[in-house]
């Protein structure tokens, strides 16, 4: 079992930043990869960055790359997005997400792999 709570989020001026966090509480089997997504009305949600949890190996998404980092603190169990230089079109409901899936051992970009989820944090950022 797992739950995945998100915080962090609000709102921020355009060029402004934000950390995102999410608490991983998990009985057992621990996931192997953590991904951050987002989702604004009317569009699917889309990946932003995953990490291994096993290697802290990263991957950052093209729409986001060079802006985001995501990073994580093993022995508090908490995943971090770090955002920075936003735009009013990161305007989004933020979620974080875990999953064992792994493809050709790395962590999987799209929603679909992802099988628990957050509540999902808002952040809107304005020009």
């Known amino acids: 079992q797992i739950q995945l709570v998100e915080s962090g989020g609000g709102s921020v001026q355009s060029g402004g930043s934000l950390t995102l966090s999410c608490t991983v509480s998990?009985?057992?089997?621990?996931?192997?990869?953590m991904g951050w997504f987002r989702q604004t009305p009317g569009k699917e949600r889309e990946g932003v960055a995953s990490?291994?949890?096993?290697?802290?190996?990263?991957s950052v998404f093209d729409s986001v790359k060079g802006r985001f980092t995501i990073s994580q603190n093993n022995a508090k169990n908490i995943v971090y997005l770090q955002m920075n230089s936003l735009k009013p079109e990161d305007t989004a409901m933020y979620f974080c997400?875990?999953?064992?899936?792994?493809?050709?051992?790395?962590?999987?970009?799209?929603?679909?792999?992802?099988?628990?989820w957050g509540q999902g944090t808002q952040v809107t950022v304005s020009s």
């Open positions: 997400a875990a999953t064992s899936t792994t493809l050709n051992n790395l962590c999987p970009r799209y929603p679909a792999s992802y099988h628990d």
């Open positions: 998990e009985s057992n089997n621990r996931r192997a990869c």
């Open positions: 990490i291994d949890r096993r290697s802290g190996s990263t």
